[in-house]
């Protein structure tokens, strides 16, 4: 789960909102753990995964409506709250 918390300093509005994402592991041999766990640094990422590399074959399914908020920041919420929120589009801002 993670959140994104927006204000605009100016009109002092605010928008605040939450994503959740589920992982589904498969059943994993204890030498498939093993195996894992020595080709990748899982020390270094949340969840001890990186779903970008080998850690997508950990899991039987994953479930959310924003896959980024499994990584990090919720790029879709983000997006839709700057639009409908804040009136600002990234495809008109250039």
Do not use: W
């Not at 270094?44 to 994953?62: H, Q, T, W, Y």
């Not at 908020?69 to 919420?77: A, K, V, W, Y």
């Amino acid at each position: 789960m993670t959140s994104l918390y927006l204000v605009d300093t100016e009109s002092h509005h605010e928008f605040i909102d939450h994503a959740q994402f589920n992982v589904h592991f498969r059943d994993l041999s204890a030498q498939e753990i093993l195996n894992y766990l020595a080709q990748e640094d899982v020390l270094n990422c949340a969840g001890s995964f990186k779903v970008e590399g080998l850690g997508i074959s950990l899991f039987e399914r994953l479930e959310g409506d924003d896959f980024n908020s499994l990584i990090g920041l919720p790029l879709i919420m983000l997006n839709n709250a700057l639009i409908n929120h804040f009136n600002i589009n990234p495809l008109n801002s250039f």
